[in-house]
C-alpha cells in the first residue's frame, strides 16, 4: 500500500507562489500515475493537474493551466506542484492521489476523476490572502 505525504503548503498573498510535494513510501512509485486534486470547505475535491509514469505527459484543469505546473522525480519517490500567480480562490486543503489503474489510453476525464485514485494523502493546507 502507497503512503502519501504532502508538504509545502502555508499562507502567500496573493500573486505569490508555493510549491508542493508529495512523498511516496512506495519503491515502485514509476509504476504509479499521479495527481493533485484540491478541496475547498463544503466543496467537492476537484482535480487540478495529473501526470504519467515518467512525466512523458501531463494534464490540468483549465482553472489551473498556465499557472501550476507538474512534476515528478522517480528518484525520490516524489511529485512536485509548482503554483505561480496564486489567487485567493486558491484557498483549499491540497492532497495528492496515486494510481495504477489508469493506462495509457486513459482519457483525461478518468485522470481528473477522484475515484480514478486508490491512494491518498492526509493534504497540506494552502491560504492565499487577498
Known amino acids: 500500500q502507497v503512503q502519501l505525504v504532502e508538504s509545502g503548503g502555508g499562507l502567500v498573498q496573493a500573486g505569490g507562489s508555493l510549491k508542493l510535494s508529495c512523498a511516496a513510501s512506495?519503491?515502485?512509485?514509476?509504476?504509479?500515475?499521479m495527481g493533485w486534486f484540491r478541496q475547498a470547505p463544503g466543496k467537492e475535491r476537484t482535480f487540478l493537474a495529473a501526470?504519467?509514469?515518467?512525466?512523458?505527459?501531463?494534464y490540468y484543469a483549465d482553472s489551473v493551466k498556465g499557472r501550476f505546473t507538474i512534476s515528478r522525480d522517480n528518484a525520490k519517490n516524489t511529485v512536485y506542484l509548482q503554483m505561480n500567480s496564486l489567487k485567493h480562490e486558491d484557498t483549499a486543503v491540497y492532497y495528492c492521489?496515486?494510481?495504477?489503474?489508469?493506462?495509457?489510453?486513459?482519457?483525461?476525464?478518468?485522470?481528473?476523476?477522484?475515484?480514478?485514485?486508490?491512494?491518498w494523502g492526509r493534504g497540506t493546507q494552502v491560504t492565499v490572502s487577498s
Open positions: 501526470i504519467t509514469w515518467y512525466g512523458t505527459y501531463t
Open positions: 492521489g496515486a494510481t495504477r489503474r489508469l493506462s495509457s489510453g486513459s482519457s483525461h476525464s478518468s485522470r481528473s476523476s477522484p475515484g480514478s485514485y486508490d491512494y
Open positions: 512506495e519503491r515502485t512509485f514509476s509504476l504509479y500515475n
